[in-house]
């Protein structure tokens, strides 16, 4: 059975300050890997995407970065957190349908 | 590009009640897929539907693509299924199946 984990949980981070969110995809090999980000009380927007190791495609730009440096494995980050980053990031696999992992809440202050 | 509507966007039921969730976009989609976020945030797959209709115990999925529309219908509704129902459409079949999301029905069901 595939599992999908990301990590931290959450987060509370002051503005300025770096950020690195992970997200682990365990029983599928060479899977579509996604970032979407959820403000409080709103929709999902797509973020990134990726269909194979070392390749990643920028959806929307929110000062952020993403890479995918194994073929289970995608991490979002920045050097420099905004007040606008604060939401709910969540990580999804596809292979056609897409299946999402437990999120990361992040509030930056 | 892809714009999806969801209505309503907020529905309160009493328990036992039915609910139909639409959801309407505006360019040709290859897949529709909805989603159940828990209040404490898990985005759930409940159906992948790219046409027809589809089951999976109380919930039905219909999807008419030509039309470009979709809808869920939650029967005998439960407390448990209190939360927020997105609907999600993906306008291409390549590698990046971006879906583009509706702004999602919440629904609280009271017993």
């Known amino acids: 059975a595939q599992t999908i984990h990301q990590w931290p949980v959450a987060e509370i981070k002051a503005v300025g300050s770096p950020l690195s969110l992970g997200c682990t995809i365990k029983g599928k090999s060479s899977p579509n890997l996604y970032w979407y980000w959820q403000a409080t009380g709103g929709t999902l927007q797509q973020l990134f995407y990726?269909?194979?190791?070392?390749?990643v495609e920028s959806v929307v730009q929110l000062n952020l970065s993403a890479s995918r440096p194994k073929d289970d494995q995608f991490i979002l980050s920045t050097e420099k957190l905004l007040l606008s980053h604060s939401g709910f990031y969540l990580c999804a696999w596809s292979l056609g349908e897409q299946y999402f992992g437990p999120g990361t809440r992040l509030t930056v202050l | 590009g892809q714009q999806v509507q969801q209505s309503p966007a907020s529905l309160v039921l009493q328990e036992g009640e039915n609910a139909e969730l639409q959801c309407n976009f505006s360019?040709?989609?290859?897949?529709l897929q909805w989603f159940y976020q828990h209040p404490g945030g898990r985005l759930v797959s409940l159906f992948y539907n790219p046409s027809g209709t589809k089951h999976t115990g109380r919930l039905t999925s219909t999807t008419v693509t030509n039309e470009r529309r979709g809808s869920l219908h939650i029967s005998s509704s439960q407390t448990t299924d209190s939360g927020t129902y997105f609907c999600?459409?993906?306008?291409?079949?390549?590698?990046?199946?971006?879906?583009?999301f509706g702004k999602g029905t919440k629904l609280s069901v009271k017993s």
């Open positions: 990726s269909i194979t190791v070392g390749q």
């Open positions: 999600a459409i993906a306008n291409s079949g390549g590698s990046n199946a971006k879906l583009t």
């Open positions: 360019s040709t989609a290859t897949r």
